[in-house]
């Protein structure tokens, strides 16, 4: 049996490569981060420049004047505002993984007997499932991205593409989202954060003062810039910041005290306003189990696991019995394949296949059979390797995994795109309940290859390849 | 280890019939819970008792992860005046107990599911969304 043996010879990869959604990854998956850092980088210069000036020219005299701990006071609280800050910003912040095929089908075929049936051309009405949580009625939305409803204090964050668990804001300072897994640190960091701005605008003012006191106030500001230089800068920034960041802090504890996040509170979904006896569910009831709960409560783990190995596909032989490579393939898949890229994946086999046998050129992927808008370079992160193209294809074929092996063939322009996923409302499905009851092994007969290419070629040698694929298409 | 291996052969050789989710629970609010309601399709293959049984333990086990008390506290403290540096070298509570929760998954599966033609997936592998039940054809049975 033969194997396309360029497979075995590729390392493992590890899931956060075939992540879906709009975020970076660094340090091979450990830390992971929003698309836009820009500001990121601001913020830990803004951190760095105005704690650097202090240390350099406002400490130097505070130490030996007044007393050495303040050196120490203001080390240890950068140490701790840059911990909380890189903690906010490198963790997962509580994102969902996406539903896989299965769940994504089953969900449908739910979402559908509850409505009944509708014609075409009738929009069906939002997806909504309604609980009642001690005592609100809270309503869970259907996310289309992620094909999940989305649990409640659940939202989808547009910059990350990605739903997040109790989300409280995707804040670009940080350059992440604000969820349920970094909220803490989030909070910590800006609670820190205006300690030391306090610590700092309250230091170099004592410096300005001490030093006019011994020299006057006019000639302090005028030996200012050229023996102490940014003292004027300093204050500034302090300045700014201590009113913004105080005040945030401000809010935020407020928000934990109350149990409700940013997202909450800005659309008053709690508030009296909106009916009299609405209230906040998830509130614990007195301020301090609030407190505590947010700041000191258990740390959840993250779901997306992005340092795991995406398990190879490992051929299978030959079966016939239908049961082996489905359920190996949907094995492979949870964080993997949209089922919408494994049904177009097995097309593109069957086209690269059949058209090189049925035509002389060289065709591109997507040019025949059913149409492929723009797509021919389609993402395809099930494709872990392209291996060179084969000439010719051996009648029995392993068992084709989602990995597409296949995909290969003679198209340079297919290559891998990691973080590309069209959105299923991009994606053109065939039509029919057919790909929603699929599971990612589109080989289970549902796929009639006579869809796809005529296999009523003339030449016998075009027929035993075609019987080939055949056999393949309904293992 | 021969359980297993008949849990990997199963899976080799029997044919998935059908796969039912279990969802989750939001009466209680965003705890981690699921539903104990015993689906349809699993009528004929396992007792409704043992079914809800064991859903009930993974909710208890659930429970236990997030639960709000004098030792979750103590950790998140001396976690935060660590600077959070405390878990480069200890594992948190819950994924203490996320660890009981896969060996108890494993053993339900291995003493009371796999007989009789079923696999429960660890719901941690679907996002803690759903406990994903998996039915294989009864033609691999009787072995």
Redesign the interface.
Request: overall charge positive.
């Given at each position: 049996m033969e194997t396309l043996g360029h497979k075995k010879k590729t390392t493992p990869r590890r899931k956060w490569q075939v992540f879906p959604g709009r975020n970076r990854f660094y340090c091979n998956g450990r830390v992971m981060m929003a698309r836009q850092t820009g500001v990121f980088y601001l913020t830990l210069v803004l951190i760095m420049v105005t704690s650097g000036l202090f240390f350099a020219f406002d400490c130097p005299f505070l130490a030996s004047n007044l007393t050495p701990a303040i050196p120490v006071i203001g080390g240890v609280l950068l140490?701790?505002v840059l911990?909380?800050l890189f903690?906010a910003s490198f963790s997962d912040p509580g994102f969902?993984?996406r539903?896989?095929p299965?769940?994504a089908a089953?969900l449908e075929r739910q979402i559908d007997a509850a409505n009944g049936p509708s014609g075409p051309g009738y929009r069906p009405p939002p997806r909504t499932r309604e609980?009642?949580?001690?005592g609100q009625t809270?309503k869970?939305k259907y996310c289309f991205t992620c094909k999940?409803f989305r649990?409640?204090?659940a939202s989808h964050c547009s910059l990350c593409d990605n739903c997040v668990?109790?989300f409280d804001h995707h804040c670009p300072w940080v350059g992440n989202c604000v969820g349920k897994r970094n909220y803490?640190?989030f909070y910590?960091f800006i609670l820190s954060l205006s300690f030391l701005t306090v610590f700092i605008f309250a230091f170099v003012i004592t410096h300005v003062i001490l030093r006019s006191n011994r020299t006057g106030f006019l000639s302090t500001l005028k030996d200012s810039p050229a023996r102490y230089p940014f003292t004027g800068e300093n204050v500034v920034v302090c300045f700014f910041s201590v009113w913004s960041i105080v005040g945030l802090s401000g809010f935020h504890t407020y928000l934990i005290s109350s149990n409700q996040t940013t997202n909450e509170d800005i659309k008053g979904l709690w508030s009296n306003k909106r009916a009299k006896d609405n209230y906040n569910?998830?509130s614990y009831g007195n301020i301090l189990?609030n407190c505590?709960?947010a700041?000191?409560?258990?740390?959840?783990?993250s779901?997306?696991d992005r340092r795991g190995f995406i398990q190879s596909v490992t051929p299978?032989p030959v079966?016939h019995?239908?049961?082996?490579s489905?359920?190996a393939s949907?094995q492979l898949h949870?964080h993997m394949c949209d089922q919408e890229h494994c049904i177009q994946n097995t097309k593109f086999v069957f086209q690269a296949a059949a058209t090189p046998l049925l035509h002389s050129d060289p065709v591109m992927i997507g040019g025949g059979g059913p149409p492929f808008p723009g797509k021919s370079s389609l993402g395809v992160p099930c494709a872990a390797s392209l291996a060179p193209s084969q000439p010719s294809l051996p009648s029995s074929m392993p068992g084709l995994g989602c990995a597409g092996d296949m995909l290969s063939l003679r198209d340079p322009d297919t290559h891998c795109h990691h973080h590309h996923f069209p959105s299923p409302e991009e994606t053109p499905l065939p039509p029919g309940p057919m790909p929603l009851t699929l599971?990612c092994a589109a080989h289970r007969g549902h796929m009639n290859p006579a869809q796809l290419y005529d296999p009523a070629s003339q030449d016998s040698l075009h027929e035993d390849s075609v019987r080939g694929l055949v056999k393949l298409s309904s293992v | 280890m021969a359980e297993t291996h008949s849990l990997q052969d199963m899976?080799?050789?029997?044919?998935?019939a059908a796969?039912v989710?279990i969802q989750?629970d939001?009466?209680?609010?965003?705890v981690c819970q699921f539903q104990t309601k015993f689906p349809s399709e699993l009528e004929t293959r396992i007792d409704k008792q043992q079914f809800e049984e064991t859903v009930r333990m993974l909710n208890n086990l659930y429970a236990e992860?997030?639960?709000?008390g004098g030792s979750?506290?103590l950790?998140?403290?001396l976690?935060?005046l660590t600077?959070?540096?405390i878990?480069l070298c200890m594992e948190?509570?819950?994924?203490k107990v996320?660890k009981k929760i896969a060996k108890f998954i494993q053993e339900q599966n291995d003493k009371i599911y796999a007989p009789r033609g079923l696999l429960l997936t660890d719901p941690?592998?679907?996002?803690?969304?759903?406990v994903?039940v998996?039915i294989?054809?009864d033609r691999s049975l009787g072995r």
């Amino acid at each position: 049996m033969e194997t396309l043996g360029h497979k075995k010879k590729t390392t493992p990869r590890r899931k956060w490569q075939v992540f879906p959604g709009r975020n970076r990854f660094y340090c091979n998956g450990r830390v992971m981060m929003a698309r836009q850092t820009g500001v990121f980088y601001l913020t830990l210069v803004l951190i760095m420049v105005t704690s650097g000036l202090f240390f350099a020219f406002d400490c130097p005299f505070l130490a030996s004047n007044l007393t050495p701990a303040i050196p120490v006071i203001g080390g240890v609280l950068l140490f701790f505002v840059l911990g909380m800050l890189f903690r906010a910003s490198f963790s997962d912040p509580g994102f969902l993984p996406r539903a896989t095929p299965d769940e994504a089908a089953d969900l449908e075929r739910q979402i559908d007997a509850a409505n009944g049936p509708s014609g075409p051309g009738y929009r069906p009405p939002p997806r909504t499932r309604e609980v009642v949580i001690n005592g609100q009625t809270v309503k869970l939305k259907y996310c289309f991205t992620c094909k999940i409803f989305r649990p409640p204090r659940a939202s989808h964050c547009s910059l990350c593409d990605n739903c997040v668990e109790r989300f409280d804001h995707h804040c670009p300072w940080v350059g992440n989202c604000v969820g349920k897994r970094n909220y803490r640190f989030f909070y910590l960091f800006i609670l820190s954060l205006s300690f030391l701005t306090v610590f700092i605008f309250a230091f170099v003012i004592t410096h300005v003062i001490l030093r006019s006191n011994r020299t006057g106030f006019l000639s302090t500001l005028k030996d200012s810039p050229a023996r102490y230089p940014f003292t004027g800068e300093n204050v500034v920034v302090c300045f700014f910041s201590v009113w913004s960041i105080v005040g945030l802090s401000g809010f935020h504890t407020y928000l934990i005290s109350s149990n409700q996040t940013t997202n909450e509170d800005i659309k008053g979904l709690w508030s009296n306003k909106r009916a009299k006896d609405n209230y906040n569910p998830y509130s614990y009831g007195n301020i301090l189990t609030n407190c505590c709960a947010a700041l000191c409560g258990p740390l959840p783990p993250s779901l997306i696991d992005r340092r795991g190995f995406i398990q190879s596909v490992t051929p299978q032989p030959v079966s016939h019995s239908n049961g082996s490579s489905m359920y190996a393939s949907t094995q492979l898949h949870t964080h993997m394949c949209d089922q919408e890229h494994c049904i177009q994946n097995t097309k593109f086999v069957f086209q690269a296949a059949a058209t090189p046998l049925l035509h002389s050129d060289p065709v591109m992927i997507g040019g025949g059979g059913p149409p492929f808008p723009g797509k021919s370079s389609l993402g395809v992160p099930c494709a872990a390797s392209l291996a060179p193209s084969q000439p010719s294809l051996p009648s029995s074929m392993p068992g084709l995994g989602c990995a597409g092996d296949m995909l290969s063939l003679r198209d340079p322009d297919t290559h891998c795109h990691h973080h590309h996923f069209p959105s299923p409302e991009e994606t053109p499905l065939p039509p029919g309940p057919m790909p929603l009851t699929l599971p990612c092994a589109a080989h289970r007969g549902h796929m009639n290859p006579a869809q796809l290419y005529d296999p009523a070629s003339q030449d016998s040698l075009h027929e035993d390849s075609v019987r080939g694929l055949v056999k393949l298409s309904s293992v | 280890m021969a359980e297993t291996h008949s849990l990997q052969d199963m899976r080799q050789q029997a044919a998935i019939a059908a796969k039912v989710f279990i969802q989750r629970d939001y009466t209680n609010g965003t705890v981690c819970q699921f539903q104990t309601k015993f689906p349809s399709e699993l009528e004929t293959r396992i007792d409704k008792q043992q079914f809800e049984e064991t859903v009930r333990m993974l909710n208890n086990l659930y429970a236990e992860a997030e639960k709000l008390g004098g030792s979750s506290y103590l950790e998140g403290c001396l976690a935060c005046l660590t600077a959070y540096t405390i878990f480069l070298c200890m594992e948190t509570h819950y994924e203490k107990v996320l660890k009981k929760i896969a060996k108890f998954i494993q053993e339900q599966n291995d003493k009371i599911y796999a007989p009789r033609g079923l696999l429960l997936t660890d719901p941690i592998e679907r996002g803690l969304r759903v406990v994903e039940v998996t039915i294989f054809e009864d033609r691999s049975l009787g072995r």
